[in-house]
């Protein structure tokens, strides 16, 4: 199931069925301390690291949020900007340019995503519960395309909550906005304080891997 209640709509009369709570990664092992080994990497120190996980254009194009995003961390020098994608998936040649933004192709985006000061990521369900279970500040950006889940709906779920902030695709200079916010005015530090107290649901991982071994061993 989701984090919030307003967005299930899972199956109550079949007896077959039985509902979990939200599958949430929880291990994410890296070799290593990762902001040291990205200071060695880019051979200067950094105060913030933000991450962007938007996806990699399959849903959408998503280059006027990233070379927004570049841009602006192109104009501070105390950030590190991490762009995540999926190994293997394309990557618009003009984000290579940017001195302060790098590409990183890994399967492991968590390890990174924990490790940030922002996340910017869209609100699929593995990425939204994962930056609300680990404690994440995030904007999320959702992705729109029709044949995708109610990406929107879900974050504006968190947002409402001030868990979050949601910023929608066509909103690029209230991104930027927020991103100040986030790392400049204590947003960041007020929404990880929030998501440390709030009261989500039991994670159903360990229930769900249970079933599934009580079904194939029938």
């Known amino acids: 199931q989701e984090a919030f209640e307003e967005l299930n709509g899972g199956v109550v009369w079949d007896r077959s069925v039985e509902n979990v709570g939200?599958?949430?990664?929880?291990?994410?092992?890296?070799?290593?301390?990762?902001?040291?080994?990205?200071?060695?990497?880019?051979?200067?120190?950094?105060?913030?690291?933000?991450?962007?996980?938007?996806?990699?254009?399959?849903?959408?194009?998503?280059?006027?949020?990233?070379?927004?995003?570049?841009n602006h961390f192109e104009r501070r020098s105390d950030c590190l900007h991490l762009i995540i994608?999926?190994?293997?998936?394309?990557?618009?040649?003009?984000?290579?340019?940017?001195?302060?933004?790098?590409?990183?192709?890994?399967?492991?985006?968590?390890a990174f995503a924990r490790e940030?000061?922002?996340?910017?990521?869209?609100?699929?369900?593995?990425?939204?519960?994962?930056?609300?279970?680990?404690?994440?500040?995030?904007?999320?950006?959702?992705?729109?395309?029709?044949?995708?889940?109610?990406?929107?709906?879900?974050?504006?779920?968190?947002?409402?909550?001030?868990?979050?902030?949601t910023v929608l695709a066509h909103e690029l200079f209230r991104l930027e906005r927020e991103v100040q916010a986030f790392l400049d005015d204590g947003k960041a530090a007020a929404v990880r304080e929030r998501l440390l107290a709030a009261e989500l649901p039991e994670i159903g991982t360990e229930r769900a891997a249970q079933l599934i071994d009580q079904m194939v061993q029938k």
Not at 32 to 50: H, S
Not at 87 to 109: C, D, F, M
Not at 130 to 158: G, K, N, S, V
């Open 22 to 70: 939200p599958i949430v990664q929880v291990n994410s092992e890296v070799n290593g301390r990762i902001r040291q080994k990205l200071e060695e990497n880019i051979g200067r120190p950094f105060q913030n690291l933000v991450v962007s996980m938007l996806g990699g254009g399959s849903a959408a194009d998503r280059s006027a949020q990233l070379q927004t995003l570049c």
């Open 85 to 110: 994608v999926w190994p293997g998936s394309k990557v618009e040649p003009g984000l290579y340019g940017w001195r302060n933004s790098l590409i990183l192709q890994t399967q492991n985006a968590l």
């Open 116 to 165: 940030a000061d922002l996340v910017i990521s869209a609100a699929g369900y593995n990425s939204f519960h994962e930056a609300l279970y680990h404690q994440m500040p995030t904007i999320f950006m959702p992705q729109m395309a029709p044949y995708m889940d109610d990406q929107e709906r879900r974050a504006r779920a968190a947002s409402e909550r001030q868990l979050a902030e």
